[in-house]
């Protein structure tokens, strides 16, 4: 799992993160920066699109077997890790 970064703890920059997104620019009226800012577009979209098929796909290609050995595996795998906070 990737770890997150502990760099904004602090309510008040988190609050004003989440006011910019709600209105779409920063507060002092300059853009929010766009995320795909420099990619080609054609390259995002075709990104999309095989990531919306992906598991879909995968999931019709395998046996129902296999697909139950891995689900059974990945279960394990979660009750295996010890809890949060414990």
């Known amino acids: ?22 209105i779409g620019e920063k507060l002092d009226g300059t853009p929010l920066d766009d995320p795909n800012a420099g990619k080609n577009p054609a390259a995002v979209a075709l990104g999309k699109l095989g990531g919306a098929k992906g598991g879909a796909a995968r999931a019709k290609a395998l046996s129902p077997d296999l697909r139950t050995k ?6 394990q795998a979660r009750w295996k890790r010890p809890l949060k906070g414990d």
């Open 1 to 22: 799992m990737p770890s997150r970064s502990s760099k904004d703890h602090d309510f008040t920059t988190i609050a004003r993160r989440v006011v910019e997104q709600a």
């Open 70 to 75: 891995i689900a059974r595996k990945a279960a």
